[in-house]
């Protein structure tokens, strides 16, 4: 979910609510963030104006309101307000925060049974409270239950009806989610309580197992399985099986009332510390913070079609706090027009001018090549890797903020001074470049030519990794944010995988739609770059290692403790190798279906072979120096690999192949050497100073 400005034609003010903010729109309504004068924020519900007039639907919206008012229990989200008649009609409802269970089961997976028992009791006790009113939901699923601080929260009485009413469909059109309706509401039959309690049954055992009860490769599928088919129950717990079960039933009739599930799934003392402890509990904790921060002054939110970039940003620090789940799909287009897209003008990607290789035939034994230009004492020392993108090299300026060079001559093509570099910065298609400012806020420049192109989001606290369509940071609430680099939408958000860490911010790479990432506590962990969702994940890997290797053979790997390789789509153990002399792991660099790494000791070139669980190992060279070693990469360009020694006094260069040795690089001062390449060049850094130097063709 997402918040969007506020555009030409939407209200500023409904009732005592100022609004903020778009947080989702449908057929009927549109949905804002609004905040009344004591600072209160609240979801805001308005009918389309086109369709104020039909009765119909007013009336089904008044009877929403009348729905959600009529229950007084501590269990749903209380409406705050509501105008029915005259004008456009609204609903203003309590805003909660915290995560959905859908959310929260996708981010942390399936919860235990002390945990659902507690979920259960209070969502049946729930149940009970709006029945008593003379309603059934008719759609309780897991994303229409929020998790809170005090426990979980029912919302959305959009087709809430009397205990007595028919369904309000005919047989065959799905007025809820599938797989969660009850069989009489699919075959459009009397709707009662009862069908709330299917649905509480099927709740719980997505909550048990992260799965749903009834599944299928299309909704008439699902369907047809709540009518006919037996729920899958096979990852609940045992314990959990013979309560969720009944609750199941296909006849009406033979399922439990709410109180008798309160009863039955009655907890454990202290089952609550799941809103209480822990990584949900510390999830809602910081969305109640953020929420906190609505109430600024008034005056800091002034809605117009074309915010002052001020303006700007202090509404997107706004739907960040509102929703939660991070803000700022609406941004501040430097790119400016009324319907053009902040991108519309970034230039298709340059091409890479590739430097000429350079022959053995040419170097005296042990010498090496002439740079082709530098080394230029313009870099920040010990900052961010030089990051080369197509005929620039992006690094970290000795006076702050961005430099770019020309890979041909080194020579300055722009600057970004108020980007924080420290935060990090990525390519996006090799068209943009990508950091975050001194405020946090997240800037787009055309990569060759420096041109800003957008600023949006406030609350930046890292840049992680980009791929063709996404920048994936980390805010100041330690949240992972999934941003769309072409239309500025917030794709997800989520918590982060790791904890902050003193050892620096999390190191990232994208590939085979899975984010990678190395966090700075020593855990790993691979998400869906579709959905935020965890799909695998390593424990205690170790801090040594910085950015993941992905390799073209859909291997993932990573330093640390071990060099450790899992496959990338499914995190499926390929191999793991210690050092065998202590010490760690440095970063490695994947080539085409070889890693290349670097110990204390020694460097490797390793390949992975199919159900062969142990590393290939193809050659090992033994480096000159004693010392720590560096967790930088080594470098691999045309038939070259470029290994800085153990005691960062030199960079030792071998042949891809046969690891003949070839020559040795060294550059005065003192500092570890910093390694990247790109078009037939591998960017050699240390101490602040940077230089290029051609390779040997393969």
Same mark, same amino acid.
């Given at each position: ?101 859908? $959310? ?169 510390r799941a809103w209480r402890k822990g990584p949900l509990a510390e999830d809602i904790k910081r969305r109640e913070a953020a929420t906190k921060r609505l109430a600024a002054p008034a005056d800091t ?239 205690? $890997? ?22 450790t390789a899992r496959r990338l789509d499914r995190g499926d153990f390929l191999w793991e190798e210690e050092t065998g002399l202590g010490g760690n792991w440095g970063t490695p660099t994947a080539a085409?279906?070889l890693v290349f790494a670097v110990n204390s000791y020694n460097a490797y070139r390793y390949s992975t072979m199919v159900d062969v669980h142990f590393p290939v190992s193809d050659w090992y060279e ?77």
């Amino acid at each position: 979910m997402t918040t969007q400005p506020l555009a030409t034609g939407d209200p500023l003010r409904l009732g005592p609510y100022r609004l903020l903010g778009v947080l989702g729109e449908g057929g009927m309504g549109k949905v804002y963030v609004g905040r009344d004068d004591s600072g209160a924020p609240a979801a805001v519900k308005v009918l389309r104006p086109e369709l104020a007039h039909d009765q119909h639907l007013a009336q089904r919206f008044v009877r929403e309101a009348d729905m959600a008012r009529a229950v007084t229990s501590k269990g749903v989200a209380r409406v705050l307000g509501a105008q029915t008649e005259g004008g456009r009609p609204w609903i203003a409802a309590e805003f909660l925060a915290g995560p959905t269970l859908d $959310q929260a089961v996708r981010a942390y997976g399936p919860m235990d049974v002390p945990t659902v028992r507690a979920l259960a009791a209070q969502l049946a006790r729930t149940l009970h409270d709006i029945h008593a009113a003379g309603l059934v939901h008719r759609d309780l699923k897991p994303a229409n239950i929020v998790l809170t601080s005090t426990g979980p929260r029912i919302i959305d009485f959009g087709i809430a009806r009397p205990e007595h009413g028919l369904t309000l469909t005919t047989t065959g059109q799905i007025p809820v989610t599938p797989g969660y309706g009850a069989p009489e509401q699919v075959l459009g039959q009397r709707v009662g309580p009862a069908s709330d309690v299917f649905s509480l049954g099927a709740v719980l055992a997505y909550a048990a197992s992260g799965r749903r009860a009834f599944d299928g490769g299309h909704v008439a599928a699902v369907q047809y399985e709540v009518v006919h088919g037996t729920p899958d129950l096979s990852l609940v717990p045992p314990e959990l099986q013979t309560l969720i079960g009944p609750c199941l039933a296909k006849d009406p009739a033979f399922r439990p009332a709410p109180p008798q599930v309160a009863e039955a799934f009655a907890p454990p003392k202290g089952a609550d510390r799941a809103w209480r402890k822990g990584p949900l509990a510390e999830d809602i904790k910081r969305r109640e913070a953020a929420t906190k921060r609505l109430a600024a002054p008034a005056d800091t939110v002034v809605a117009s079609t074309a915010p002052s970039r001020r303006r700007f940003l202090t509404g997107a620090a706004v739907g960040v706090a509102v929703l939660g789940a991070g803000g700022g799909a609406g941004a501040w287009w430097l790119s400016r027009g009324e319907a053009k897209s902040p991108t519309a003008d970034v230039p298709p990607a340059v091409p890479t001018p590739e430097a000429a290789f350079v022959s053995a035939i040419d170097l005296k034994p042990g010498e090496g090549p002439k740079a082709l230009w530098g080394p230029l004492d313009v870099m920040a020392a010990e900052g961010e890797l030089p990051l080369p993108v197509r005929d620039v090299v992006i690094v970290q300026a000795k006076t702050g903020g961005l430099l770019a060079l020309s890979v041909t001559n080194g020579k300055e093509r722009w600057r970004a001074k108020d980007i924080e570099a420290d935060a990090g910065f990525v390519s996006v298609a090799d068209r943009l470049v990508v950091g975050v400012d001194k405020k946090g806020v997240l800037n787009a420049f055309v990569a060759s030519t420096g041109a800003p192109v957008w600023q949006t989001q406030s609350d930046v606290d890292d840049v992680l990794a980009a791929d063709d369509t996404h920048v994936y940071l980390v805010t100041k609430d330690n949240e992972l944010r999934a941003v769309d680099a072409w239309t500025l939408a917030t794709t997800w958000t989520r918590p982060m995988t790791s904890p902050r860490s003193q050892n620096g911010p999390a190191k990232a790479a994208v590939g085979r739609k899975r984010l990678v990432i190395h966090g700075r506590d020593g855990h790993c962990a691979a998400l869906y770059t579709e959905t935020g969702e965890t799909d695998w994940e390593i424990k205690d $890997q170790g801090t040594d290692g910085q950015t993941p290797a992905l390799g073209d053979n859909n291997a993932a790997y990573f330093g640390g403790r071990k060099l450790t390789a899992r496959r990338l789509d499914r995190g499926d153990f390929l191999w793991e190798e210690e050092t065998g002399l202590g010490g760690n792991w440095g970063t490695p660099t994947a080539a085409a279906d070889l890693v290349f790494a670097v110990n204390s000791y020694n460097a490797y070139r390793y390949s992975t072979m199919v159900d062969v669980h142990f590393p290939v190992s193809d050659w090992y060279e033994v480096l000159d120096g004693i010392g720590p070693g560096t967790v930088n990469p080594p470098a691999v360009e045309g038939a070259t690999v470029w290994l800085h020694s153990p005691d960062s006094s030199h960079v030792k260069v071998v042949h891809k192949d046969t690891h003949a040795h070839l020559f040795t690089i060294e550059m005065k001062r003192q500092g570890t050497y910093q390694l990247a390449s790109a078009g037939n060049r591998v960017f050699v850094a240390r101490a602040g100073r940077i230089g290029a130097l051609p390779v040997l063709g393969v």
